[in-house]
């Protein structure tokens, strides 16, 4: 944070008005943004991480603003199913763990690990971010279902515990949906007893016999959560009933989002979040880039080919975060050529002294006006090539980088040289490990650790990290 810079008003659009709207927090103390996070059954693809690049943008112009930011990034481990947004379908954790004949914390573990490990690759700031885990919040999520159970918004269908979306007027508002001529069980197969089509599962019961790798149980019987209620649970635990920022791709507003929002509303009678913001799609040949359609690549798939994670970054600054961009390898390989000249030039000037007021108050209008990273970008070039003295210039770009995060001047970004809460977080789940005697978790997790470039050892006074050189 730079406390020296003015803060000048920001604008965001917000999903929930469908306009941009000047920023104004709920308390100037601070600022609540939470971001859904991964279901880690797998590795994340290059578009999931584009919604991460969304909450480090908007976090770090926040800072660069001179606000303090309580970040919450959830990880889903338990209850999001195949059928994603129907409430069907097999735990996408269960099958991927069935598949690979593992246990659950095994997976879990790793995809985690190789999630917080893109964070870093695409420098994400991570310092003091809470990654909160679903299976580690049951009681707080069993609890929200009691509230609303108390308030007669909860029924029983066959398969699980319901929400009714009729009895919340403001359903629809976040979607701008019409439901009108939805019959009960129309866009999948029928659940017994469900009345509407858009209700969804608060609590899904174990089937009798079924070998649920995970369920607890709870004053409905045994079972697991479903898969809105961990994000409604987990905000509100971290960042209070009303928040200020609620960020994700733009999939999840007519449903993840919309139910998060009436469950959480429903639950305390009092607005949830005030700004929605969300990013496009990243597509291939104009459709979506995903798991279930086989076209996705990782950011391992992508430096195979010879293109770092923070070429990729910069190729996705280079559109605004509203804007679908066509993935193609041709794309980023001008991005990532650009990316280099950038790099190779800026390392060339001398090291900073002052930066240019011009400059400087054109790129934080560019920003403050939701976020414009590619008027960013070009203006980050205009300063290379103007014909300010070399060592203004390197000032200046240094503190747009602040926001933009691209360079990479001796080979390692500029932000994230503290240790960063993704590996601490690694730390923590080893002492957790170690604390029930799961051993071969705790040796997988040094491993892991070790992976990501930092070695661990156990002393009298805890365990001690140090990174690699
Ligand atoms: P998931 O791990 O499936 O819950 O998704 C993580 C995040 O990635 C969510 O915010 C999604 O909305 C977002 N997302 C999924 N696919 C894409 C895509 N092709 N482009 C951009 N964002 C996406
Ligand atoms: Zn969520």
Redesign the pocket.
Known sequence: MDLAMPRSPLFFYNTLSRSKEEFTPLNQGEVGLY?????VYDY??I?????YILSDILRRTLEWSGYSIRQVINI?DVG?LAGDTTDTGEDKIEQAARAASKQVTEITTLYTAAFFDDLVKLNIKTTDTIFPRATAHIPEQIELIKTLETKGLVYEAADGLYFDTSLYPAYTELGRLNLSGQVAGARVEVTKGKRQPADFALWKFSPPGADRLQEWDSPWGRGWPGWHLECSAMSMKYLGKHFDLH??????IPVHHTNERAQSECATGEPFVNYWLH?????VDGR????SLGNFYTLSDLAGQGFPALAYRYFLLGAHYRSPINFTFEALGAATKAWRKVNTEVASLPTASKTDDHFMAEFEAAIADDLNTAKGLALLHEVLHSSLDPSVKRATIQKFDEILGILDLNGKPLANTVIPETIKSLVQDREIARGRGDWAQADLLRAEIDKQGYTLKDTSAGPELTPKT
């Open positions: 971001s859904c996070g991964p279901t994340a693809h578009g999931n991480l584009r919604s889903t999001h960020t994700g791709g733009e999939d999840h990013n496009a799609f990243i597509t979506k880039m995903s798991k």
